[in-house]
């Protein structure tokens, strides 16, 4: 008896000892080349977190340089409707004027490994530019990442439906831009990876977030989490819906005439 219990004390013991199981996560930050300042605090955060940059900031091609030198993840943060400006997807526009939209974008972004939607709560909506979108991105072999700006998004379901590399956002960090909120919404990254194995958060260059980040980002690892880069989150995740954007790892919005 003294035996089995001097044993169960043990193994609980080395239960309690033991590390988090371990889940993923990556990290964006959205809406960089605007200030320098800024610009450069992003940069400085610890770990592979991914720049995505307007084009039509004044600092776009000198900030993707910068990036690319210090071996971050560079992706185009692509203006879609309700967005405006010289690059913005609209309904309605023709499809060479999209495409002339989206190579100026890309010459003013380089090193762009892939794009995600500024805004795009009307545009992701659009089933056929998104289809063609998707197509492009294959064609130039660069990936997708579906902000998730509206549940009315069709853009991840059109990736997967043609096997592009995609990844679709989990939880928005700075919705509310206070300490106390935005630590809150990095904690939910966490229970999100944990439950479902990773996360795909998405921040901006708002001083609070960046102050964030940089104290937690070097404490994710002694909490089970490791922050990977977007590549490796695409190859974690095979192109498959997570439970709160789809079925069986099919989205929910994918289209009923197209098999996936």
Request: charged share 20%; with cysteine; proline share 6%.
């Amino acid at each position: 008896m003294r035996y089995l219990l001097s044993l169960l004390f043990c193994l609980l013991a080395g239960v309690a000892q033991a590390a988090p199981a371990k889940a993923y996560m990556s990290i964006i930050i959205d809406d960089l080349g605007q200030s320098s300042e800024r610009d450069s605090r992003t940069l400085a955060l610890p770990g592979p977190v991914t720049m995505a940059i307007m084009p039509d900031t004044p600092h776009a091609t000198d900030f993707a340089h910068q990036a690319h030198k210090a071996g971050r993840t560079v992706i185009l943060h692509m203006p879609m409707d309700p967005a405006t400006g010289p690059y913005a997807w609209h309904p309605g526009i023709a499809l060479d004027e999209l495409a002339r939209r989206l190579d100026a974008a890309l010459v003013k972004v380089p090193y762009a490994a892939g794009i995600n939607n500024h805004m795009g709560s009307r545009m992701t909506a659009q089933r056929e530019p998104m289809t063609w979108l998707m197509g492009e991105l294959q064609r130039r072999h660069l990936f997708f990442v579906d902000s998730r700006t509206s549940a009315a998004t069709v853009a991840a379901a059109e990736a997967q439906a043609l096997g592009l590399a995609h990844l679709s956002r989990d939880v928005f960090l700075d919705d509310v831009r206070t300490n106390e909120a935005i630590a809150g919404q990095l904690r939910l990254g966490i229970e999100v990876a944990r439950k479902q194995g990773s996360a795909v958060l998405i921040g901006h260059p708002y001083p609070q977030t960046l102050s964030v980040l940089a104290q937690e980002i070097p404490r994710l690892k002694s909490q089970g989490i490791e922050l990977i880069s977007l590549r490796q989150m695409i190859a974690e995740r095979g192109n498959q819906a997570m439970p709160a954007h789809g079925r069986q790892g099919r989205y929910t919005n994918a289209s009923p005439l197209r098999k996936q």
